[in-house]
């Protein structure tokens, strides 16, 4: 089984792995581990300290405000490796005992993007996602996602069909964008495939948005299962973006990460109670980096998943419960799918969710004629694809309303506040909050921003 082992060295070692213009290996941080193949082509990851924001607040709870810190005499480290499947329950109890440096060994399930139904035929076309999103207002009040850092975390983008399909050109920030290791070719030149479907969606309500391209999904990794994408690329994809979030202006911070993936099976998990589990649990390492940087001011998208009941993935097996780990984070907006009709695609996950209950946050737009990343007449589906649409409209706000006037959990809980709500009970399972609605979160901060200006 594979692994992720967090460690708490010496701070100097901590503050080389920290540091930006400093790459540190795994034998620089460990000189061995009983019973672990380490893999040294894996960089190590600083990982945050998380505490109470509030003095006497139960340190082991995450579910209330946390500050985080990188301080090297707070901060611990992140290495790969391998351990007997015979003996994983064993090894993960003992490790810790063995080595006073060893904090935790957590799992680095397989993860995957979340494309479904195919041989449906599509519901509109990618100008009617437009028009339901009102575009036209939004890039008539200034909101077309300029000077926006729109993240794209899957198999890479393909900038050149998208700018065919689009119209338009396709911006890729090359130096900003990132690959794991053992990943080759160039951002933005990359086969067309889901990540490429994701970055035209992004695209739709912020066309003016700079994509940084992230593909996590090609670190691939031959074993027992097939051949998979880690977890663990994107704990090193999401501390690359920190660097990225803290070399902006703090005036005008604005960073959106889209992540349309998720780990579908328990199979390649530790069990719900222990303590190396990720989909249940907070203190993972993977979630406590993606709420270090939602803290830091970058609003986090993940698609709400494509277990939904009426047309689940057939790699779907939890057995109920299926939006888990940071998929379900209470510091993200998880997002499910309905067509241009209106209506919730079977696919899209219900809740409740794992790490927060009320997952799905919201729903968005699939299932329609858009990138063409899988043919002619292919749509664009699954959450996948709603996840983006999302994150395009959440670029198109932060491009006059940065992290320092409107914080990612402001905006959230006022995207989630202002949906169009689809039951007679407010919150469901099914939509979440209900449909965005962008004319109202338009009406609501340019009421803000005239009071303000009296």
Not at 159 to 171: I, K, N, Y
Request: with cysteine; aromatic share 6%.
């Amino acid at each position: 089984m594979r692994v992720l082992i967090q460690l708490r060295p010496s701070p100097d070692v901590v503050a080389a792995v920290a540091a930006p213009d400093l790459t540190a290996t795994t034998a620089d941080v460990t000189d061995g581990l009983p019973g672990v193949a380490l893999d040294h082509s894996f960089t190590p990851v600083a990982l945050p300290r998380a505490r109470p924001a509030t003095d006497g607040a139960d340190p082991l709870s995450m579910r209330q405000p946390l500050v985080f810190s990188l301080a090297p005499g707070e901060a611990s480290v992140l290495v790969r490796g391998e351990i007997s499947d015979d003996e994983r329950g064993e090894r993960m109890a003992l490790l810790p005992g063995h080595d006073p440096n060893v904090v935790g060994v957590y799992a680095d399930p397989v993860i995957e993007t979340s494309l479904t139904c195919g041989g449906t035929p599509p519901v509109g076309t990618w100008r009617d996602v437009a028009r339901l999103l009102g575009t036209g207002t939004l890039l008539s009040e200034g909101c077309d996602g300029s000077g926006v850092a729109l993240a794209i975390c899957d198999t890479g983008i393909n900038a050149a069909h998208v700018a065919r399909q689009m119209g338009r050109e396709c911006a890729i920030d090359r130096d900003r964008s990132w690959s794991p290791g053992g990943v080759t070719g160039e951002p933005g030149r990359f086969d067309v495939d889901h990540g490429t479907m994701c970055a035209f969606d992004t695209l739709i309500a912020a066309p003016e948005a700079t994509l940084l391209d992230i593909p996590v999904l090609l670190s691939r990794r031959q074993g027992d299962g097939g051949i998979d994408g880690l977890l663990s690329d994107a704990v090193a994809a999401f501390a690359h973006l920190r660097t990225v979030l803290d070399a902006q202006p703090a005036a005008t911070r604005a960073l959106v990460v889209s992540n349309s993936w998720g780990s579908f099976s328990p199979l390649w998990d530790f069990d719900p109670g222990q303590p190396g589990n990720y989909s249940d649990n907070a203190a993972h390492p993977f979630n406590i980096i993606v709420g270090s940087l939602e803290h830091a001011g970058a609003d986090i998208l993940f698609a709400a998943g494509n277990c939904g009941t009426q047309c689940k993935d057939r790699r779907c097996a939890y057995p109920s419960r299926p939006i888990g780990g940071a998929n379900s984070h209470p510091q993200v907006l998880s997002v499910g799918g309905i067509d241009t009709n209106g209506e919730r695609v079977g696919y899209s996950s219900q809740g409740p969710g794992r790490l927060s209950e009320r997952k799905p946050d919201i729903c968005t737009y699939t299932h329609f004629a858009g990138s063409k990343a899988f043919g002619d007449d292919q749509p664009d589906s699954g959450t996948s694809a709603a996840c983006p649409v999302a994150a395009g409209l959440v670029a198109a706000i932060r491009t006059r309303w940065p992290a320092s006037e409107l914080p990612p959990s402001a905006l959230r809980s006022l995207i989630n506040r202002t949906a169009e709500d689809r039951s007679d009970v407010g919150f469901d399972y099914d939509y979440g909050y209900g449909v965005v609605d962008p004319a109202a979160i338009l009406r609501v901060l340019e009421r803000r921003a005239r009071r303000d200006a009296c």
